[in-house]
């Protein structure tokens, strides 16, 4: 969909600029400029630090729509976000709008960061981050699969937190596989020997989107709960992993609420939204020394001698 190429009326290879126009109309009624579209779709682009939408976070500086081309400039909390993080969110934004039928071209805008114009230029030419950084020590996909895995482990927490809390033991979390929960509006139903536990399904259906995407469970049969190396867990350590989950949602949320203060702190005094107030509870985090690096990223897993 990049529109790059043209037929020699001057119209994007393809589907014809009318018929385009068409189905933004049909499908964006009362956004005639297709803005709220576009808005919608980089809703689903998250800061990997954070784990939360970049719309959420006001990254998104402008949206300007010019019939079937789209333009999006962000900006990062600080100059100096890691160029591999910049380059998730750059690229996913361009995906996730041209997934919209009637966008025919996408240009996305990195502004006020150190490479900025490096990764605005490399996005838009649709190079590979390689490309774009040939002396980087690492692969984006190795970065962006850490990433990925340290969510799932920290959203673990928060789920299997809530079933402790409902009065479930280690014994049957452990041996829970998928077809055992049902998620019903702002309810979780889980199936324990027959008996059906309600929780709230906020935590737990989180986790579900998480472990699903990243393709840890997939079968009914799976089982639903795994050690941070994705192996069964004995309902012996099932404390000691959740030590272990902790650490992951300390290392992100840690470094997220740093990104987020200094968010706050570029717009001004009162933040982003003029309320004064992070986006973020600080007070669940520790200290957090995640640098980008994937060894540093994934090494929080081991739990030191003093847990």
Known sequence: MSGSS??????????????????????????????????????????????????ELNYIDAIDVDGDRVEVKFTLPTAWCSPAFAWMMATDARDEVET??????????????????????????????????????GDVAAVRAAIADKARVARQREAVRALLDAGVDAEQIVSLVRSDLTITGDEAHVDVGGLSVVVDAAPVADYLDRVTTSGHVTGAG???????????????????????????????GGQGAVCDA???????????????????????????????????FTSTWTLSSDD
């Open 222 to 252: 799976d089982l639903l709960f795994l050690t941070p190396e994705a192996e069964p867990i004995p309902a012996a350590e099932l404390d000691v992993v959740q030590k272990r989950s902790r650490l992951a949602t300390v290392n992100m």
């Open 6 to 55: 043209a037929d020699p009326s001057g119209e994007p290879a393809g589907e014809p600029t009318s018929d385009r126009a068409a189905k933004r109309s049909e499908s964006s009624a009362g956004d005639p400029r297709g803005t709220v579209a576009v808005r919608e779709r980089l809703d689903r682009v998250e800061d990997p630090e954070l784990a939360r939408s970049i719309v």
């Open 100 to 137: 919209l039928d009637w966008v025919a071209e996408t240009r996305i805008e990195l502004c006020d960061h150190m490479h900025g114009e490096e990764i605005t230029a490399g996005v838009n030419a649709r190079d590979g981050f390689g490309e774009t950084f040939p002396d980087a020590d």
């Open 262 to 296: 200094l968010h706050r702190a570029r717009h001004g005094a009162d933040g982003p939204d003029g309320s004064g107030s992070p986006s973020l509870d600080e007070s669940e985090f520790g200290e957090s020394t995640y640098d980008g690096d994937v060894e540093d």
